[in-house]
T-cell receptor
Framework: DGGITQSPKYLFRKEGQNVTLSCEQN?????MYWYRQDPGQGLRLIYYSQIVNDFQKGDIAEGYSVSREKKESFPLTVTSAQKNPTAFYLC???????????????????FGPGTRLTVL | GQSLEQPSEVTAVEGAIVQINCTYQ??????LSWYQQHDGGAPTFLSYNGLDGLEETGRFSSFLSRSDSYGYLLLQELQMKDSASYFC?????????????FGPGTRLSVLP
């Protein structure tokens, strides 16, 4: 079955620790994204990657880092520099596209089940 | 910059029809998408409009008017399981649409 997985489902972090959230997809998608969602709020973009070995900052990248060494994997590290990391983290993937190639296929994002991070 | 506006909450009864509106301001527009998210779950794709008009998928329909920078999601024959948050999304026109911007979401409550 094709899909996108995230682990762990729940994660607890102590103050000053770095933690890494896993995101893996077997949909053969080039583009991958990390979003943060706070209670009752929308999705805010942290980082995105259109292709292996390349990634770009989103709106709230401070305190986070990513890597894209493989097409299937896009891990997110929440560093100690992120002052308020408690949130629901969602990873998504889609076919690579820009506005010039937009359409229902390229504009459909597939989301993982999410990781709920709590700082103790 | 890009911004999308949606009502924060909508309430309706089972069997009714409800419309969730989305207005957007973008520097470049490439299409409007809709997602559903149940509490504690991940968003799932519902619909996409690239051109003006109505797209129908079962009980759900989505409409777009590019001249008015406006779209809506129409849910018919509401069921209790439709209680969820609904988000509209567009491609980010500031970087040729390489990523997406989401609206703040509309929480739909379906009452028996």
């Amino acid at each position: 079955d094709g899909g996108i997985t995230q682990s762990p489902k729940y994660l607890f972090r102590k103050e000053g620790q770095n933690v890494t959230l896993s995101c893996e997809q077997n949909l053969n998608h080039d583009a991958m994204y990390w979003y943060r969602q706070d209670p009752g709020q929308g999705l805010r973009l942290i980082y995105y990657s259109q292709i292996v070995n390349d990634f770009q900052k989103g709106d709230i990248a401070e305190g986070y880092s990513v890597s894209r060494e493989k097409k299937e994997s896009f891990p997110l590290t929440v560093t100690s520099a992120q002052k308020n990391p408690t949130a629901f983290y969602l990873c998504a993937s889609s076919m690579r596209g820009t506005g010039f190639a937009a359409g229902p296929n390229t504009d459909t994002q597939y989301f993982g089940p999410g990781t709920r991070l709590t700082v103790l | 910059g890009q911004s999308l506006e949606q009502p924060s909450e909508v309430t309706a009864v089972e069997g009714a029809i409800v419309q969730i509106n989305c207005t957007y301001q973008t520097s470049g527009f490439y299409g409007l998408s809709w997602y559903q998210q149940h509490d504690g779950g991940a968003p799932t794709f519902l619909s996409y409009n690239g051109l003006d008009g109505l797209e129908e998928t079962g009980r759900f329909s989505s409409f777009l008017s590019r001249s008015d920078s406006y779209g809506y999601l129409l849910l018919q024959e509401l069921q209790m399981k439709d209680s969820a948050s609904y988000f509209c999304a567009v491609r980010n026109g500031d970087n040729y649409g390489q990523n997406f911007v989401f609206g703040p979401g509309t929480r739909l409550s379906v009452l028996p």
